[in-house]
């Protein structure tokens, strides 16, 4: 295997397996990965679109912005169930 495939399985696993034990919350996770991805991307690996190439990574970051949008839509809506519920 590749160190890309290598990396790319533990940067999915791990935070999957953190979810699923109840250890780390689902957006959480999703937004680690995503920001390890995009930083190893900057740093020169190849896990997003080829390393040579940035044309497909600025498209990639332009769908990507939204993310963080809906983690804070979730922290907000969180904050706001009324403790009754």
Wanted: with cysteine; proline share 5%.
């Amino acid at each position: 295997m590749h160190i890309e495939q290598v990396l790319l399985l533990m940067i999915v696993l791990l935070p999957l397996a953190l979810a699923m034990s109840g250890r780390m919350r689902v957006d959480v996770a999703a937004m680690s990965m995503a920001a390890v991805l995009g930083l190893l991307q900057f740093f020169g690996l190849g896990m997003l679109s080829p390393a040579a190439t940035s044309s497909r990574l600025i498209a990639l970051f332009a769908g990507l912005a939204a993310a963080p949008s809906l983690f804070m839509n979730n922290l907000a809506a969180a904050e706001s169930v009324p403790a009754s519920c």
